[in-house]
T-cell receptor, first 110, second 113 residues
């Protein structure tokens, strides 16, 4: 199955700074890469996803970039706010399912 | 709003006493998933239904069973819960498998006494 590696496992930034989380995957046939945000006591929520026909996608302060040649994709959060504090998971598809990275605990300090 | 609803949000059961967790969806999605998530870990897929077709992950213990009586509802049955089964159980849905977004409920936190 797909092998998804996610780094870093923890990330602390000052409010207003940018945060970047990186993931690599193993299956070159994969074409869909979602990012999920999980707040304490809640289920993961899809925040952005990208398909392999584009290299970058933006939604306000959030962007995802994809490098299919290198098999990695990244989440970029600009102008971070305390409410961005959460665990973020990347994922890549496999037969009938998604494979999740181990997660990144992002803490934004006011 | 269309959504995925899990009940109850918190469940306490005794060691060895069967427990059932429920999930309902208003998205009319074909696929429903059950995940187990332990503290500081990624969700671990237990099984999923594509319509009525049941797909079990190879490492899911036999202690875990599931039922999907119709499109909207799916149940997770734990026949004889052990202390190691204490976790958050997440239900998710999608319109297809693999390369489609999954929509998660807020989970059921299961405690074992």
């Amino acid at each position: 199955g797909e092998n998804v590696e996610q780094h870093p496992s923890t990330l602390s930034v000052q409010e207003g700074d940018s945060a970047v989380i990186k993931c690599t995957y193993s299956d070159s046939a994969s074409n869909y890469f979602p990012w999920y945000k999980q707040e304490l006591g809640k289920g993961p929520q899809l925040i952005i996803d990208i398909r392999s026909n584009v290299g970058e996608k933006k939604d306000q302060r959030i962007a995802v970039t994809l490098n299919k040649t290198a098999k990695h994709f990244s989440l970029h959060i600009t102008e971070t706010q305390p409410e961005d504090s959460a665990v973020y998971f990347c994922a890549a598809p496999g037969p009938g399912r998604l494979y999740f990275g181990r997660g990144t605990q992002l803490t934004v300090w006011p | 709003d269309a959504m995925v609803i899990q009940n109850p949000r918190y469940q306490v059961t005794q060691f060895g006493k069967p427990v059932t967790l429920s999930c309902s969806q208003t998205l009319n999605h074909n696929v429903m998933y059950w995940y187990q998530q332990k503290s500081s870990q990624a969700p671990k897929l237990l099984f999923h239904y594509y319509d009525k077709d049941f797909n079990n992950e190879a490492d899911t213990p036999d202690n875990f069973q599931s039922r999907r009586p119709n499109t909207s509802f799916c149940f997770l049955d734990i026949r004889s819960p052990g202390l190691g089964d204490a976790a958050m159980y997440l239900c998710a849905t999608s319109s297809g498998t693999g390369e489609q977004p999954q929509h998660f409920g807020d989970g059921t936190r299961l405690s074992i006494l």
